[in-house]
Nanobody, 127 residues
Framework: QVQLVASGGGLVQAGGSLRLSCAFS????????MGWFRQAPGKEREFVSAISGAGASTKYADSVKGRFTISRDNAKNTVYLQMNNLKPEDTAVYHC????????????????????WGQGTQVTVSS
């Protein structure tokens, strides 16, 4: 059974930085593609970033390109989202997600592509 626990959210001023972490519990973490999504109040869940199992492929939403960086440490079963130059419009609950894609360098960008979800961590950016 896969469990995901996201952490690292908080309150930060515009222009600041945060690093989110998502701890994966289960087997064969390196065979899972991992994604980050966010959901602001009254809005649908939207794709932020994804990384393939070996970390060779990454994908970003246009709104975060150049500011956010996704990475993973397969020895620690953890995926990270480094968020720099944060803007008020980045305010949302951030969720990590996982999907098993062994041998495939996929970076799915649709919520429906993922099987497992974490509980989310709140990010609030003040202006």
């Amino acid at each position: 059974q896969v469990q995901l626990v996201a952490s690292g959210g908080g309150l930060v001023q515009a222009g600041g930085s945060l690093r989110l972490s998502c701890a994966f519990s289960g087997r064969a973490f390196s065979s899972y593609s991992m994604g980050w999504f966010r959901q602001a109040p009254g809005k649908e869940r939207e794709f932020v970033s994804a990384i393939s199992g070996a970390g060779a492929s990454t994908k970003y939403a246009d709104s975060v390109k150049g500011r956010f960086t996704i990475s993973r440490d397969n020895a620690k079963n953890t995926v990270y989202l480094q968020m720099n130059n944060l803007k008020p419009e980045d305010t949302a609950v951030y969720h990590c997600a996982a999907v098993p894609l062994p041998g495939y360098s996929g970076t799915p960008a649709s919520p429906g592509d993922y099987n497992y979800w974490g509980q989310g961590t709140q990010v609030t950016v003040s202006s």
